[in-house]
């Protein structure tokens, strides 16, 4: 995953402006976030593997990093065979939500791996 490698750099910062629980910063990476985080800013990161919906996390998805609002929905029609297990109970589907609206959210496919890193605390 993009996290794994060595293409990282070192960035001395106040150990003030680290938030309680964070154990990364990630540098934001385009306009998707904005008004709230901007192209070039860190964000600082707290490990987890769950969301609570409308959290904002750091997510690998298809093998591509991203930074948006956690959520959950009902999946469409034509998705709800995929989400729907052998007893006939039909799971919500994994949505990552960008605060700038010019882009459309991301439905989660199963068929893709889709990982949690973490949980965004600043």
């Known amino acids: 995953a993009f996290l794994d490698g060595d293409g990282f750099e070192t960035v001395s910062v106040p150990e003030a402006s680290?938030?309680?629980?964070?154990?990364?910063?990630?540098?934001?990476?385009?306009?998707?976030?904005?008004?709230?985080?901007?192209?070039?800013?860190?964000?600082?990161v707290q490990p987890c593997r769950t969301l609570r919906s409308g959290e904002v996390g750091v997510f690998v998805y298809g093998g591509e990093?991203?930074?948006?609002?956690?959520?959950?929905?009902?999946?469409?029609?034509a998705e709800r065979e995929a989400f729907t297990d052998?007893?006939?109970?039909?799971?919500?589907?994994?949505?990552?939500?960008?605060?700038?609206?010019?882009?459309?959210?991301?439905?989660?496919?199963p068929n893709l791996e889709f990982e949690i890193v973490g949980r965004v605390l600043s």
């Open 18 to 44: 680290v938030p309680a629980g964070a154990e990364f910063g990630i540098r934001v990476s385009g306009d998707s976030m904005e008004p709230v985080y901007q192209s070039g800013q860190i964000v600082w």
């Open 65 to 77: 990093g991203y930074l948006k609002v956690y959520g959950v929905r009902e999946p469409e029609a």
């Open 86 to 109: 052998s007893t006939g109970t039909v799971h919500p589907q994994n949505i990552l939500i960008s605060y700038n609206r010019s882009y459309a959210p991301i439905a989660v496919s």
